[in-house]
């Protein structure tokens, strides 16, 4: 989508392709990357987005590990957002049981 004028062929294409990927895509595989990003984002610290992160994994998996004939696509997606929660869930424990300097 062309921010000014009108789009090119090239853009348009773009965009098609994007969107083709998108509808493809398992819809808790994305949310689990984007809660895995966000929970690396703020390292953890509020836990929900980490826990979230790996709940909505799993699902994902859960769900594009059976065996139905669907052209749905995002096993990566979804084991990419599990790393990231884990990583950032990781680093929260890290930062709650460290010890104060005085």
């Not at 984007?34 to 390292?43: D, T």
Request: hydrophobic residues 50%; contains cysteine.
């Amino acid at each position: 989508m062309a921010l000014f004028g009108r789009p090119t062929e090239k853009e348009q294409q773009r965009a098609e392709r994007m969107r083709d990927w998108a509808q493809r895509q398992n819809g808790y595989a994305i949310a689990a990357v984007v809660l895995g990003a966000i929970s690396l984002i703020e390292f953890g610290v509020l836990l929900v987005f980490g826990i979230a992160g790996v709940v909505t994994g799993v699902i994902a998996i859960w769900q594009l590990s059976d065996p139905v004939g669907t052209r749905i696509e995002g096993k990566k997606l979804a084991w990419i957002g599990i790393a990231c929660s884990v990583v950032s869930l990781a680093i929260a424990t890290v930062l709650y049981t460290m010890k104060p300097h005085h």
